[in-house]
């Protein structure tokens, strides 16, 4: 009679253990959530050092208002932020959002802004990226929903576009504003 030696079980065996481990993290409730550890506390400072000339500076007070806020992080070199840029503008007309660019040059963001339009009630000129860090910002873009006292109720990873915008953040924006 043969002898099956341990180390010929164990690889199949871990193999099957983390298959089935992968298995059940595809399919558990809330995969695609990127939780923030600020949703329900106030937002974090978004002064920056540097102002984007031409541009309505943002600042703190401008994130507690009394209405919803959209805190949207950019930079003119990132291609899914170029992609999200006409839903963004649509939001503007209805939402009061603050532009967060980061990482980017004056000269950069200033000529994308002045050429695809600027949604931004006030643009945060963050060339270092030590805002994100604060934010805990991982790539660009993402989109807090701050509620009226300047409270984080929600973060997006990723553009603003197709049926992620619709079945994630659209649902999010209307409960923060009641809908």
């Known amino acids: 009679m043969a002898k099956i030696s341990p180390l010929m079980i164990a690889p199949p065996a ?15 409730e809330g995969k695609d959530d990127l939780q923030s550890v600020f949703i329900g506390k106030p937002a974090p ?18 994130l507690a208002k009394g209405e919803v806020t959209l805190v949207n992080f950019w930079a003119s070199w990132c291609p899914p932020c170029r992609a999200e840029h006409p839903k963004l503008l649509e939001l503007a007309k209805e939402h009061n959002i603050i532009g967060v660019n980061f990482k980017d040059t004056a000269r950069a963001a200033s000529s994308y802004l002045t050429d695809d339009g600027n949604p931004f009630a006030g643009v945060a000129f963050d060339p270092l990226g030590r805002t994100a860090i604060d934010w805990g910002v991982t790539a660009p873009p993402e989109t807090f929903i701050l509620d009226g006292d300047g409270t984080v109720l929600y973060r997006f990873a990723g553009p603003l576009i197709g049926s992620d915008y619709e079945q994630r953040f659209l649902p999010e924006l209307n409960k923060a504003l009641g809908k």
């Open 45 to 62: 400072s978004i002064e920056t050092t540097a102002e984007l000339p031409g541009f309505t500076p943002a600042s703190q007070s401008d």
């Open 14 to 28: 871990i193999f099957a253990g983390l298959a089935v481990l992968f298995y059940v993290g595809m399919f558990r």
